[in-house]
């Protein structure tokens, strides 16, 4: 329930070890395993989604609709994308014959333009 309470206060992205930080900080005592598990879970049961950006990085979003990431490579910021307003799916590859969209997740990653 504190896991639940940490990540669905708001629709937000955070990496399990901010989940743990923020039980911590706010005197809970849990174990890195009880989030992880908590949030296999959750996952598990479609009240969060993972956003893997790498083999290193994991995202918790407490947005389990369907939608996509801009994900800014310099400050670690995750985004959400309404795809349904903001990506055009006509421009998608044609789908196999027999086969029909089920969602659109997309991962569109970015950087910071070089001032010079």
Known sequence: MLVASVLLERHQHLSADAVLKRLRDMGNPVSKATVYNSLSLFVER?????????SSCTFYDSNAKKHSHLYNIDSGELIDIDY?????????????EGTELESLELIVKIKNKVKR
């Not at 349904?84 to 196999?96: A, G, I, T």
């Open 46 to 54: 479609g009240l969060i989604k993972a956003i893997s950006i790498d």
């Open 84 to 96: 349904e307003s903001q990506v055009v799916k006509e421009k998608l590859p044609l789908l196999p």
